[in-house]
T-cell receptor, first 109, second 111 residues
C-alpha cells in the first residue's frame, strides 16, 4: 500500500532563512510526487511535480528514490510562503493521489 | 479553460439529517473525479473516485455515498449524518498524471 509521511505538523522559520519540508513515501511501483499548497482562504493548488523538475516561487524538490523522499526546499523563505503544504504520491491506478498529513509553515518577519 | 465549482461553501446540519454536496467541472470531458475529506490533524483522505458516468469507487467504508449522474457532475450524499461526518470536503478532477485541480471546498459541521 502507498503511504506518504510528513513528519512535521508545524514548521516555523524566520524570513530569509532556508526552509525544508520533509516528505517520505512508501510505494512499490513507479512513483509520481507532487507538492500542493493551501494559502489562507485560498483553495488547495498544485505547487510543483517531480516530473517537471521545475522551480516554483523559489521552491524546488528532488525525488530521491534511494531514500524514498521528496523534500521541498527554499533557500530564503518569505512571509508569503506561510501556508499549509501537502506532499502527495501518484502513479497509482485511476489517477488517485495519496496525501501526507500536511505541514503548516509559518515564516516570521 | 477548465474550472471546478463546488457548493455550498459552508453547511451546518443536525445529526440524522440528509446531505447533498455538489461538484461540477467545466471545460473538460470525461475527467476523473474525486471526493476528499480534510479532517483536522488527519490530512486529506480519499473518499470516492469516479472514472466515468455511473462509475463510483469507494476508498473507505463510511456513512457517505457518491454519484455521478452526468459526465461533469459529482455528488456526495448521506441519508443520515453523524457527528463524525464533520469536516472539510474537497472535490477534485484530473485528466491524468499532471495532478489535481481542487474545488474551493465545503465546510460541513454536524451538530
Amino acid at each position: 500500500a502507498q503511504r506518504v509521511t510528513q513528519p512535521e505538523k508545524l514548521l516555523s522559520v524566520f524570513k530569509g532563512a532556508p526552509v525544508e519540508l520533509k516528505c517520505n513515501y512508501s510505494y512499490s511501483g513507479s512513483p509520481e510526487l507532487f507538492w500542493y499548497v493551501q494559502y489562507s482562504r485560498q483553495r488547495l493548488q498544485l505547487l510543483l511535480r517531480h516530473i517537471s523538475r521545475e522551480s516554483i516561487k523559489g521552491f524546488t524538490a528532488d525525488l530521491n528514490k534511494g531514500e524514498t523522499s521528496f523534500h521541498l526546499k527554499k533557500p530564503f523563505a518569505q512571509e508569503e510562503d506561510s501556508a499549509m503544504y501537502y506532499c502527495a504520491l501518484g502513479g497509482t491506478s485511476y489517477g488517485k493521489l495519496t496525501f501526507g498529513q500536511g505541514t503548516i509553515l509559518t515564516v516570521h518577519p | 479553460s477548465q474550472t471546478i465549482h463546488q457548493w455550498p461553501a459552508t453547511l451546518v446540519q443536525p445529526v440524522g439529517s440528509p446531505l447533498s454536496l455538489e461538484c461540477t467541472v467545466e471545460g473538460t470531458s470525461n475527467p476523473n473525479l474525486y471526493w476528499y475529506r480534510q479532517a483536522a490533524g488527519r490530512g486529506l483522505q480519499l473518499l470516492f473516485y469516479s472514472v466515468g458516468i455511473g462509475q463510483i469507487s469507494s476508498e473507505v467504508p463510511q456513512n457517505l455515498s457518491a454519484s455521478r449522474p452526468q459526465d461533469r457532475q459529482f455528488i456526495l450524499s448521506s441519508k443520515k449524518l453523524l457527528l463524525s461526518d464533520s469536516g472539510f470536503y474537497l472535490c477534485a478532477w484530473t485528466e491524468g498524471r499532471y495532478g489535481y485541480t481542487f474545488g474551493s471546498g465545503t465546510r460541513l459541521t454536524v451538530v
